[in-house]
């Protein structure tokens, strides 16, 4: 199993920016993509941004050219940088891993991101 557990969150105002950060422990030698999905207030979850382990990125439109995901496979750690953030960007943002195969199957406890107009 792996554990994956998210930091960053909180309020930032309209076109501000701030950074998640996803640690990974336990038998991270079977993670393969880890990404970055959000679920706002009754709507489902949504991709965000994924890695590959060898660094390919994949970005959801809405938010493409305005965050950025990267990976340090030294810390076992995954970050989304924001930048330019909108209020449409509130929402609870959860880590994902790749466990042992090729879905999404091992997720965070989420971190709350409000963007307030």
């Known amino acids: 199993q792996v554990q994956l557990v998210e930091s960053g969150g909180g309020l930032v105002q309209a076109g501000g920016s701030l950074r998640l950060s996803c640690a990974a422990s336990?038998?991270?030698?079977?993670?393969?993509?880890m990404g970055w999905y959000r679920q706002a207030p009754g709507k489902q979850r949504e991709l965000v941004a994924t890695?590959?382990?060898?660094?390919?990125?994949n970005y959801a439109d809405s938010v493409r050219s305005r965050f950025t995901i990267s990976r340090d496979n030294t810390r076992n750690t995954v970050y989304l940088q924001m930048y330019s953030l909108r209020p449409e960007d509130t929402a609870v943002y959860y880590c994902?891993?790749?466990?042992?195969?090729?879905?999404?199957?091992?997720w965070g406890q989420g971190t709350q991101v409000t963007v307030s107009s």
């Open positions: 890695i590959t382990t060898g660094g390919s990125t």
């Open positions: 336990g038998n991270i030698f079977r993670i393969n993509s």
């Open positions: 994902g891993a790749q466990y042992n195969g090729l879905v999404f199957n091992s």
